[in-house]
């Protein structure tokens, strides 16, 4: 039988490795001609990504566990090494040291996704595989800002002219905004909320909302891909977005299922 640790790990570097090179690529399209040395360090992230991805595939399920931590090791290090160039990015941003497509709030965004994963890494040659009820509030956390933060990114990358779709963006933030001062609210009540039916009932509603804005995601995603709708989407953030609210769902789901052992 497989060692779950082993599993979870080759499924976490499976999905987020591929997020971490999609958001060096993201950040290459965005910066200007003359940030040369920037577009060239997005790039090498790119490629860092690439191998990883590339080692990933000689791994199994049934592969010995002191290799695959010995990975998880390694991965966590490229993980780290990504968030701090994000966070360099961030601060040349806001410093007005460089100006670029990239808005402050993604870059901070993508810079939070690296962080959360090389933490998961951690976790994982930790032996931990099963969050703990307050563990559970806090990605919760994370995610429905990950969630609304998608939502503003869509309202402002969509040309003006699509009206429709903008306002549709605009209530899927404010929604996921309430989402996520409810979920810091109970954060804050720990260890009182902790219970078994207010956690089950806060991840329904949750499962819900990210529900429906998957949903709007993969009709913008496959609007886009067809050229039906005016914006600056690339059409693989599109389908980024629509993957990371996939996710979201299936780690909610691994929410019940640890709640229902304890």
């Known amino acids: 039988m497989a060692n779950p640790i082993v599993a979870r790990s080759l499924n976490e570097i499976q999905f987020w490795s591929r997020i971490m090179k999609e958001h060096a690529l993201f950040l290459s399209l965005g910066f200007t001609y003359d940030q040369k040395n920037l577009v060239l360090e997005a790039q090498h992230f790119i490629q860092v990504f690439e191998r990883v991805e590339e080692k990933l595939s000689r791994f199994s399920i049934n592969s010995d566990i002191q290799l695959v931590k010995a990975f998880n090791t390694e991965v966590y290090q490229h993980a780290v090494d990504i968030w701090a160039f994000k966070r360099k990015v961030l601060g040349l941003t806001l410093r007005c040291e460089i100006t670029s497509n990239n808005y402050p709030l993604l870059v901070d965004h993508i810079s939070r996704e690296a962080a959360y994963f090389a933490n998961r890494l951690k976790e994982l040659n930790q032996g931990i595989l099963a969050p703990k009820p307050e563990a559970i509030i806090k990605e919760n956390v994370f995610f429905l800002k990950i969630m609304a933060d998608h939502a503003k990114f869509i309202g402002h990358l969509l040309d003006p002219s699509e009206r429709k779709l903008v306002d549709q963006a605009r209530e899927f933030s404010h929604d996921f905004d309430q989402l996520l001062f409810?979920?810091?609210?109970?954060?804050?009540?720990?260890?009182?909320?902790?219970?078994?039916?207010?956690?089950?009932?806060?991840?329904?509603?949750?499962?819900?909302?990210?529900?429906?804005?998957?949903?709007?995601?993969?009709?913008?995603?496959?609007?886009?891909?067809?050229?039906?709708?005016?914006?600056?989407?690339?059409?693989?953030?599109?389908?980024?977005?629509?993957?990371?609210?996939e996710r979201f769902l299936e780690i909610i789901d691994l929410y019940e299922v640890s709640l229902n052992k304890n």
Not at 211 to 223: C, V
């Open 182 to 245: 409810q979920a810091m609210d109970l954060d804050s009540m720990r260890p009182q909320s902790e219970t078994k039916p207010i956690l089950s009932q806060f991840l329904d509603q949750n499962r819900v909302s990210v529900t429906s804005l998957r949903d709007f995601k993969k009709t913008a995603r496959d609007l886009i891909e067809a050229c039906r709708i005016k914006s600056n989407i690339h059409p693989l953030l599109a389908d980024h977005t629509f993957r990371e609210a």
